[in-house]
């Protein structure tokens, strides 16, 4: 099993710029996260899709952040237009749904907004 | 009602030594409790879990140990090595779905050699 893959690892730009996030989760599982990691803030849970469906984007920043989920294999997490304070860890996680299964991370993508 | 409390935010342990972190939480309907571990570069993985229904979970030289009573919790790390320096963040969970998890803030641990 090759865990869940995001792409890219390190990703900069400049304030303005359209960024897009990739994540691929785990096959089988039917519930896909995204979070954000800052040291400030710790992990913040940004969006929960289950079933390729958004279930709960409360904690997506505000309407500069979207995110997809066309098919069980594949999602993106959007931001347009990128600023400073974006700059962060954003990781992608998957969860098979079973009780007690734990959420598996994918490595992240550091972003880094100058 | 929702947080989890985890204190210290950073460790220094000598090597041998005893890490522990300890996290604290409100709500009485958690119903599972597992600690995650970061290395730098990676996404953080499950580490050990323990229900509500036992007071410690060990597995090899990590234990849980759980104060329901208190509504407490915290991970021993025994005989520290350099190898578990890392992030740990403990964690909470509603109707055990990880679609309802919540998060302690997380300790940076550093093991001295």
């Known amino acids: 099993d090759a865990g869940v893959i995001q792409s890219p690892r390190h990703e900069v730009t400049e304030m303005g710029q359209e960024v897009t996030l990739r994540c691929k989760p785990i096959s089988g599982h039917n519930s896909l996260f995204w979070y954000r990691q800052t040291m400030m803030r710790g992990l913040e849970l940004l969006i929960y899709f289950n079933n390729n469906v958004p279930i709960d984007d409360s904690g997506m920043p505000e309407d500069r952040f979207s995110a997809k989920m066309p098919n069980a294999s594949f999602s993106t997490l959007k931001i347009q237009p990128s600023e400073p304070r974006d700059s962060a860890v954003y990781f992608c996680a998957s969860w098979s749904g079973a009780t007690n299964s734990p959420l598996h991370f994918g490595n992240g993508t550091r972003l880094t907004v100058t | 009602q929702q947080q989890v409390k985890q204190s210290p935010q950073s460790l220094i342990v000598q090597k041998g030594g005893i890490s522990i972190i300890n996290c604290a939480y409100e709500n009485t309907a958690f119903d599972y409790f597992p600690w995650y571990q970061q290395f730098p570069g990676k996404g953080p993985a499950l580490l050990i879990a323990?229900?509500?229904?036992?007071s410690e979970k060990k597995e090899g030289r990590f234990t849980i140990s759980f104060n329901k009573s208190a509504k407490q919790f915290s991970l021993h790390i025994m005989d520290s090595q350099p190898g578990d320096s890392a992030t740990y963040f403990c964690a909470a969970t509603l109707y055990s779905s990880a679609s309802k998890i919540i998060f302690g803030s997380g300790t940076r641990l550093s093991i001295r050699p």
């Open positions: 323990i229900r509500p229904d036992v």
